[in-house]
């Protein structure tokens, strides 16, 4: 049951504010979602509603690794407690990602206590050795991105014009990435995170480096603080194909892809980019992103996060990958 308050949430979006203002030396009107309840100061408490953990994970009010990392980089809170109301359905495909997230934070942040950890053993992946489990490929049909506007006819121009291959030194680029696993043999029934649409924007590879670059793709004014917790999850999921057994990926003789699953799994290090237009301000001066990349230093992990902002008519490293 949450016990925080509405002051409390309010107490916390002004510490945001004036930590914003000392430090970009303007003011901003910055918000944290209404169903993002917070409480405590020492020990900061987050809780979340079962709406909020069965959402897509872009949506403000699910991105419980921004808000963290937010008050952490910004304010310097010591310590955050994350507690979440069970929904109905722990299988639900949104659930289950939710759940694999707060695993990784919590394990690469030992600064945040999961409130009744008990509740993560519904994870269907928790346990090593718990598949097998097989990431989806993508099938021989083309990804349908209509629009001549926004994130499609961007997605589509970045493919085409070599912008990114050059700035990242890739060799291929690759749009829709599907991220859907299942247990195998793959259904419908067996599927344990959202399948369906589910996909990474853009990868890259570098065959010399076996470097695997992802990037979360965001159009110019869509500023949503979620955009960390969808490339979050995908890093995760694709450094968790390449190190655990049990996570498979079949060779795809009939795959519209030129980077398959099966390649991902070779690959020696994992980069994770933010590229958008414009970004949510609590991302300025890189403070959440620096404290992610110490921490997956810190736990030896393969992944590595930087932020590219997308000009009129250049690339810009705003936070390179470390």
């Known amino acids: 049951m949450a016990v925080a308050s509405a002051g409390d949430r309010i107490s916390w979006e002004s510490a945001l504010r004036d930590a914003w203002q000392a430090?970009?030396?303007a003011a901003r009107n910055l918000k944290l979602p209404s169903a993002v309840e917070l409480s405590g100061r020492d020990r900061v408490r987050l809780w979340l509603?079962?709406?909020?953990?069965?959402?897509?994970?872009?949506?403000?009010?699910?991105?419980?690794?921004?808000w963290l990392l937010a008050l952490k980089a910004w304010c310097d809170i010591p310590a955050a407690t994350l507690a979440w109301e069970t929904p109905a359905e722990c299988g639900d495909g949104?659930?289950?990602?939710?759940?694999?997230?707060v695993q990784h934070f919590a394990r690469l942040f030992p600064w945040v206590a999961?409130?009744?950890?008990?509740?993560?053993?519904?994870?269907?992946?928790?346990?090593?050795?718990?598949?097998?489990?097989?990431?989806?490929?993508a099938d021989s049909k083309p990804p349908k991105r209509d629009g001549t506007r926004g994130e499609a006819a961007l997605e589509r121009a970045l493919l085409?014009?070599?912008r990114l291959l050059s700035l990242c030194r890739l060799d291929v680029l690759d749009q829709q990435f599907p991220v859907g696993l299942f247990r195998?043999?793959?259904?419908?029934?067996?599927?344990?995170?959202?399948?369906?649409?589910?996909?990474?924007?853009l990868v890259g590879w570098n065959a010399h480096d076996r470097r695997l670059v992802l990037f979360e793709l965001k159009a110019a004014g869509n500023?949503?603080?979620?955009?960390?917790?969808?490339?979050?999850?995908?890093?995760?999921?694709?450094?968790?194909?390449?190190?655990?057994?049990?996570?498979?990926?079949?060779?795809?003789?009939?795959?519209?892809?030129?980077?398959?699953?099966?390649?991902?799994?070779?690959?020696?290090?994992?980069?994770a980019y933010l590229l958008a237009g414009d970004f949510h301000p609590l991302l300025e001066g890189g403070g959440k992103l620096a404290l992610l990349n110490q921490a997956c230093h810190d736990s030896g992990d393969m992944v590595r996060f930087g932020r590219?902002?997308?000009g009129d008519a250049a690339l810009t490293v705003l936070d390179p990958v470390p």
Not at 130 to 137: S, W
Not at 184 to 201: L, Y
Not at 225 to 244: C, H, I, T
Request: some cysteine; overall charge positive; aromatic content about 8%.
């Open 160 to 162: 085409r014009d070599g």
């Open 114 to 137: 999961v409130e009744a950890p008990e509740r993560l053993e519904a994870l269907l992946t928790r346990n090593l050795g718990a598949g097998p489990f097989v990431l989806n490929a």
């Open 184 to 201: 195998e043999p793959k259904s419908k029934k067996t599927a344990i995170f959202t399948c369906g649409k589910s996909a990474i924007d």
């Open 23 to 25: 430090r970009c030396g």
């Open 223 to 271: 500023v949503k603080a979620g955009m960390v917790s969808e490339l979050f999850f995908y890093a995760m999921l694709l450094q968790d194909l390449v190190r655990r057994d049990d996570f498979g990926a079949k060779p795809c003789d009939n795959t519209r892809a030129t980077i398959t699953p099966a390649m991902a799994k070779t690959a020696a290090r994992i980069e």
């Open 49 to 66: 509603p079962a709406a909020a953990v069965t959402a897509n994970m872009q949506t403000d009010a699910a991105a419980f690794e921004s």
């Open 94 to 101: 949104h659930y289950q990602r939710f759940l694999y997230r």
């Open 308 to 310: 590219i902002v997308i």
